[in-house]
Nanobody
Framework: QVQLVESGGGLVQAGGSLRLSCAAS??????????MGWFRQVPGKDREFVAA????????SYADSAKGRFTISRDNAKKTMYLQMNSLEPEDTAVYYC????????????????WGQGTQVTVSS
């Protein structure tokens, strides 16, 4: 069974920074073989793509809202993915989800087989 556990969320003022982490575990899950991504969701809206990273060479993709402010990275040895979020805005307030298991660094949630439980990020104005 594959488990993804996010951490690092919290309350921050506008302009501040947070670093989210996603730790993967599971005997059958080869962390380094799959693309991973971050998505976010606010109540009443669909889950929204934030960033994704390939399984090798670390190619990345970002939503327009994240470009220049967020950085996705991964440490295959630690089986952990990160999202460094700078210059946070109130519009970034959401539950952030870690996703894994895609064959490429997709921005479509349906491409990912595994999901974490989410971590709340709240940005105050």
């Amino acid at each position: 069974q594959v488990q993804l556990v996010e951490s690092g969320g919290g309350l921050v003022q506008a302009g501040g920074s947070l670093r989210l982490s996603c730790a993967a575990s599971g005997r059958t899950f080869t962390f380094s073989s799959y693309a991973m991504g971050w998505f976010r969701q606010v109540p009443g809206k669909d889950r929204e793509f934030v960033a994704a990273i390939s399984w090798i060479v670390s190619r990345t993709s970002y939503a327009d809202s994240a470009k220049g402010r967020f950085t996705i990275s991964r440490d295959n040895a630690k089986k952990t993915m990160y999202l460094q979020m700078n210059s946070l805005e109130p519009e970034d307030t959401a539950v952030y989800y870690c996703a894994a298991g895609a064959s490429y660094y997709s921005d479509f949630p349906r491409e990912y087989a595994y999901w974490g439980q989410g971590t709340q990020v709240t940005v105050s104005s």
